[in-house]
């Protein structure tokens, strides 16, 4: 016992993190390993080492003497054994390829693993021979990769030749499958080369990997084609199957062939003129993107380097292809969307791993590789060096990213070594992370020396894409010293061209304007940049955001807080991006109150204020300024302009859905409107030098009676009066007339605001009647000459301003008259059936597609709005939830009383919220109103795209309008038009 303390406390010291375990298997052993342990103390696992020598030496007992005989076998073996489970394990069933370690290099790999199969290297086309040719392949395969293994632990072999021998190997190894292939397919009809893809193609290999191929076949002379095609896809098939089948010595790996033509749904093998004519036809970029990485790997290499010249001339013209912009934005937006998916410890998919990084240097080089053919390179690194040396990429930030790249494959290497498996998740097992560090050289706190490196090089490739794409366009058109390239003008647009931006040379104009100098602002602003490039191109509209930019940086620029929150509020920044590049109104209101910006950072602050406080503003500002009727109406519509732009921000960012938009609009229109009117009483009590002589009340109608104002909309009102008691009606009226035009003009008054145009045209008699009229004399007109239209009209009146006593009566009058007690008659009825038929046939704009009209379309807002007023006309007078100015709240309510099936209620408010919100979506991005989906495939994508569509979801959107108007439609017939 004594002694397996001594020997437990011996191993502690030394670094075993088990040593009580690793004490009994030293005694265990039987063997003396004494003299052993110090060199066990220095591999990256010592406990897994020992493991695995203990029952090496259990299995050959004179490998030990071999070990200590031998020091350069010593340090190799035990740096394997230290990373490496799987490997150890090959050793102890193979003892015998500790002869294979021991040498300093070996010979040509397809030589070594054809022999493993029986083949003959030297003949043209191997055929293996004998029973074990499957494990032969696997044990020689894995004895070479021990070997490499070896070399790489130990340092005597760098990153790029480990990975190139890796995929020469693999190559190999293909060769090798292909020989036993023959065996079960005769081959005198066929030529078939396989074609390396992806790291393999691009000789960067990981140790563990799918081995990405495209097979391509020609019939020999005088074969028969389809014959020959047959023949060399049951020899494809064959190939991949010696690759993976399960054997006693396990399998080597998958063979993916899903990169070529048409994927899994095309035919595995082709002629190479197949494969010209579906590059040239239908290949997307992302297809182009993996031929960059093409090699000839096995079989008729001939045939591989005929196919491999004839797709580069389409690799490197792709980016003269239709739809290149748009395909790289959808790569890019596939890379960034693993950064979302996968967690920060995938070293490969997660944030700023290998896949970004592979996939970013890769379309740079579809840019730019058309016109500079030294970067036509097939690994990163070598393609990362050309980019750099060509000015693509700035030195420092492709050093940097260089060293992300190789720190981060080391350790997909290593992790992938310990078992031979497939996996890219860094372990949260200190026991693990302890390894990783200490096989990379880290002794003294290899866990914490390790997350701190990996942390490092993780954060510093998280921001690719700004290294890569857009810093690069900044230092195009800034001073540089002399021995730093630059981008040139011509690329820097290219670049700019395929990343989205339809006026490169204008982009880079601004691009000048905002990061040049030497001030302490452009300084910020060239920290800023190049991640606000990146941002601005993911929206629809990259131009218009990086102008909008500039205009809202020339404004605020000067002040001290603007860039720093921008620097500092990242949520801000990127918030501001989307919004300049997503809607011209918003930016429009931005660019004449810049310091609304301020609003952008928390959702907090773009919730919709509740109208009495709004009221509590504008009141105030209408207080301060009571002899100033403009100035104050102008403080008014200053408030109204920050509401809409918080509204709007709101609406691109999806915070609020298209009812509470309208309520959040009309709400503000009442504001505005009360306000208007206080300074416009004011104004004409100070002219008639006394109180006005009659209370007045302005009546909501249309859309902003219904709480569903639009951006676009104007205010449909009605303006009442009622003569104080003693006051002459003559006089009354002419005050009230007074007060009428002066709202209108002060609301109508050039500023940069958007206008709030009064719409008086509803009011009895239309433009040919009194703009004002008395209670009296709205109640004495709709006696007597009323129409059922007018009836109709009034189910949207709501009173907004003014005296709300007044308003009140106004509202019980018109109750009569739009909720009659026995419903409106059959007649009546006929008489709205037909002015809906007239309204379809007649004020549809000349030109305008029917389908796509939001308001007159078939589906569109008319037809919704109609089926719910002439259910409210009809019941409303014995069933009061039907009294309400809102045409969705009329639809639950006809549901809930019985009269429209829920499923029917369903389908037209789907209706209504659709064009609601694309003829907000319209104002939003134009920065001018339209009622119709916009013909322009441009417009309409970036209509799509604020619209919540993915970037090729236009037609989709298409699709779906159509698809829930016509179904609306189809209730209209009947509800509306039935019966």
């Known amino acids: 016992m004594p002694r397996i303390e001594s020997t437990a406390a011996r191993l502690a010291r030394l670094g075993f993190a088990d040593a009580a375990t690793a004490a009994r298997l030293v005694e265990q052993a039987g063997v ?3 003299d052993l342990l110090d060199a066990l103390a220095g591999v990256a696992d010592p406990d897994l080492a020992l493991a695995s020598l203990t029952r090496l030496a259990e299995r050959e007992p004179a490998v030990l003497d071999r070990l200590r005989a031998d020091g350069a076998l010593r340090e190799r073996v035990l740096a394997v054994l230290g990373v490496s489970a799987a490997l150890g394990e090959h050793l102890v069933r193979h003892p015998a390829q500790l002869d294979t370690l021991a040498l300093p290099g070996l010979g040509e790999a397809r030589a ?7 083949a003959d290297p030297g003949d043209p086309e191997p055929r293996a021979t004998g029973s074990g040719a499957l494990a032969g392949l696997r044990i020689a395969y894995r004895g070479r990769l021990a070997h490499l293994a070896a070399r790489d632990l130990t340092g005597q072999a760098g990153f790029q030749e480990v990975t190139a021998e890796l995929s020469d190997l693999a190559g190999a190894a293909l060769e090798a499958a292909l020989a036993i292939a023959r065996t079960e397919v005769d081959t005198d009809d066929a030529r078939l080369a396989v074609i390396g893809m992806g ?15 495209v097979f391509v076949a020609e019939p020999r002379e005088g074969a028969d084609e389809t014959k020959a095609l047959r023949t060399a896809t049951r020899l494809a098939q064959a190939m991949m199957r010696a690759c993976s089948a399960a054997t006693a010595e396990g399998s080597l790996w998958e063979v993916d062939a899903g990169l070529r033509p048409e994927g899994r749904s095309g035919p595995l093998v082709r002629t190479l003129a197949s494969h010209l004519a579906y590059y040239r036809r239908w290949a997307k970029t992302w297809e182009f993107q993996a031929l960059l990485k093409a090699r000839p790997v096995a079989g008729d290499l001939e045939l591989g380097q005929e196919y491999v010249g004839a797709v580069n001339e389409l690799v490197w013209s792709a980016a003269t292809r239709d739809n290149f912009v748009e395909d790289v934005q959808a790569m890019r937006r596939r890379v960034e969307a693993h950064v979302l998916a996968e967690g920060e410890r995938q070293i490969k998919l997660g944030p700023g791993g290998l896949r970004d990084i592979e996939f970013a240097v890769q379309l740079l080089q579809l840019v730019h590789g058309r016109l500079d053919p030294l970067l036509r390179r097939r690994a990163t690194l070598p393609a990362l060096a050309a980019l750099s040396r060509g000015g693509y990429v700035g030195r420092d930030d492709s050093r940097g990213l260089a060293e992300a790249y190789t720190f981060l494959r080391q350790v997909e290497h290593l992790l992938q070594l310990h078992r ?4 890219h998740v860094l372990p949260e097992d200190p026991a693990d992370l302890r390894r990783l560090g200490r096989a990379l050289g880290m002794q003294a706190d290899p866990v914490g020396e390790f997350t701190t490196r990996w942390r490092r090089h993780a954060s510093q490739a998280r921001r690719l894409h700004e290294k890569l794409f857009y810093r690069p366009l900044l230092q195009a058109v800034a001073r540089l010293p002399e021995t730093e390239a630059r981008l040139s003008t011509s690329a820097a647009e290219a670049r700019l061209g395929a990343l989205g931006y339809v006026d490169p040379e204008g982009a880079l104009r601004h691009i000048a304007a905002l990061a040049g100098g030497v001030s302490r602002r452009a300084a910020i602003q060239r920290t800023l940049l190049p991640v606000m490039l990146g941002w601005f191109a993911d929206t629809p ?15 605020l620029g000067a002040t001290p807080w603007y860039l720093r929150l921008l620097r500092d509020e990242t949520a801000v920044a990127q918030r501001l991006a989307r919004v300049l590049g997503t809607s011209r109104y918003a930016t429009q209101l931005l660019t004449h109150a810049p310091e609304a910006v301020a609003l952008l950072g928390r959702d907090e602050d773009l919730a919709v204020r509740p109208p009495e406080a709004l009221l509590g503003e504008a009141s105030a500002a209408v207080s301060r300024y009571t002899d100033e009727a403009e100035t104050a109406v102008a403080a008014v519509r200053a408030l109204r302009r920050r509401e809409l732009f918080r509204t709007a921000v709101a609406d691109v960012a999806g915070l609020i859905d298209i009812e509470r938009v309208g309520v959040a609009l009309s709400a503000l229109n009442d504001v505005t409107l009360q306000s208007a009117l206080d300074a416009a009483i004011g104004k004409v009590s100070a002219e008639r030098r006394g109180e006005l002589p009659t209370r007045f009340a302005i009546i909501a109608m249309g859309r902003l009676g219904g709480m569903e104002s639009s951006y676009a909309s104007d205010a449909d009102v009605m303006f009442v009066h009622r003569p104080l008691e003693g006051a002459a009606e003559r006089d009354a009226t002419d005050a009230a007339f007074a007060v009428a035009n ?3 003009r002060l609301l109508a008054l050039p500023a940069p605001d958007p206008p709030l145009l009064i719409d008086p045209d509803l009011r009895p008699e239309g433009r040919q009647g009194p703009l004002v009229r008395t209670l009296a004399s709205y109640r004495a ?8 239209w007018e009836s109709q009209a009034l189910l949207r009146a709501r009173f907004s301003a003014g005296d709300a006593g007044l308003g009140s009566a106004f509202i019980a009058m018109v109750d009569e008259l739009r909720y009659p007690a026995g419903g409106i008659t059959d007649d009546a009825v006929r008489q709205i059936r037909r002015l809906k038929a007239r309204m379809e046939a007649e004020r549809l704009p000349r030109g305008a597609d029917p389908a796509l009209h939001t308001k007159l379309g078939p589906g569109g807002l008319s037809d919704v709005e109609w089926v719910a007023q002439l259910q409210q006309l009809r019941h409303a007078g014995a069933l009061p939830s039907l009294r309400t100015t809102r045409t969705l709240k009329a639809l639950r309510a006809a549901v809930a009383e019985g009269l429209l099936d829920a499923a029917d209620e369903t389908v037209l408010a789907e209706a209504w919220r659709c064009a609601s919100g694309v003829r907000d979506a319209i104002m939003l991005v134009k920065g001018r109103p339209g009622d119709s989906v916009p013909a322009s495939a441009r417009e309409r994508r970036h209509l799509a795209r604020a619209l919540g569509y993915p970037a090729d979801g236009s037609e989709d959107f298409l699709d779906d309008y159509r698809r829930v108007t016509r179904r609306a439609r189809q209730v209209v017939e009947r509800v509306f038009y039935g019966d």
């Open 781 to 788: 007109y709709y006696a007597r000459w009323s129409s059922p």
């Open 541 to 555: 509209d990259p131009d218009a955001a990086l102008l909008g930019f500039r205009q809202v940086s020339d404004k």
């Open 32 to 34: 003396e390993l004494g």
């Open 742 to 744: 002066e709202v209108r």
């Open 112 to 118: 070594e693993l054809l022999r493993a199969v029986g």
């Open 420 to 423: 031979l498996r497939r996996t």
């Open 199 to 213: 790291k393999c193609g691009a000789r960067e290999l990981n140790y563990i990997s799918d081995v990405d191929v």
